[in-house]
């Protein structure tokens, strides 16, 4: 079945690289994304990859997939405080099935 | 700027009254979804419509309905509201196709008395 596991807190100071991991089990996945949100807010489309992609970078944020290993990680370079969150990944099995979403990191940047 | 509005931000009522939480989008997207959000238990789908008139059971449609009548609106409905369906709900539409974004609303803090 579809299940996207990430671990619930992370917790970095200001400047450091942040890195948010995420696991999936379906190998058909077709695109698989990263999403966040701020308090108080809906979510926001962050990045998202292709399957058929290793990386991804825009501007600090690099995403790296592993399909072997099934793994996804999101990279924030130089940790803003404004980068504090909740971020959620996401897989898409095809165009039109429901996103299957992990339960969320939190993300504290401590100044 | 495009745009999924839910048109309520909080909302408070009372166990066993019908509450209707309403979503509107402006970018002529076929798909919707409701989800609630809870803390520990992240989003878990309620129901999804790919068209007018159509309607998906998600993975926790227990106790709530949904109706889309036009394209652009996509309702959630609570026939008699219970303490447990305290929570966040959240709108958001999609484009078909693969890779297409999904658009959230800023949800609906509902509370449940």
């Known amino acids: 079945g579809e299940d996207v596991e990430q671990s619930l807190f992370l917790s970095v100071r200001e400047g450091d690289s942040s890195v948010i991991n995420c696991t999936y089990t379906d190998s058909s996945s077709t695109y698989l994304y990263w999403y966040k949100q701020e308090p108080g807010a809906g979510l926001q489309l962050l990045t998202y990859i292709f399957s058929n992609m290793d990386m991804k970078q825009d501007q600090r944020l690099t995403v790296l997939l592993n399909k072997k290993d099934k793994h996804l990680s999101l990279r924030i370079a130089d940790t803003q405080t404004g980068d504090s969150a909740i971020y959620f990944c996401?897989?898409?099995?095809?165009?039109?099935?429901?996103?299957?979403f992990g339960k969320g990191t939190r993300l504290s940047v401590i100044a | 700027d495009v745009k999924v509005t839910q048109s309520s931000r909080y909302l408070v009522k009372r166990t066993g009254e019908k509450v209707f939480l309403e979503c509107v989008q402006d970018?002529?997207?076929?798909?919707m979804f409701w989800y609630r959000q809870d803390p520990g238990l992240g989003l878990r789908l309620i129901y999804f419509s790919y068209d007018v008139k159509m309607k998906e059971k998600g993975d926790i449609p227990e106790g709530y309905s949904v109706s889309r009548e036009k394209k652009e609106r996509f309702s959630l409905i609570l026939e008699s509201a219970s303490t447990n369906q305290t929570s966040m709900y959240l709108c958001?539409?999609?484009?078909?196709?693969?890779?297409?974004?999904?658009?959230f609303g800023s949800g609906t803090q509902l509370s449940v008395l």
């Open positions: 958001a539409s999609t484009g078909q196709g693969a890779g297409e974004k999904l658009f």
């Open positions: 970018m002529d997207h076929e798909n």
């Open positions: 996401a897989e898409s099995l095809s165009g039109n099935t429901p996103l299957v």
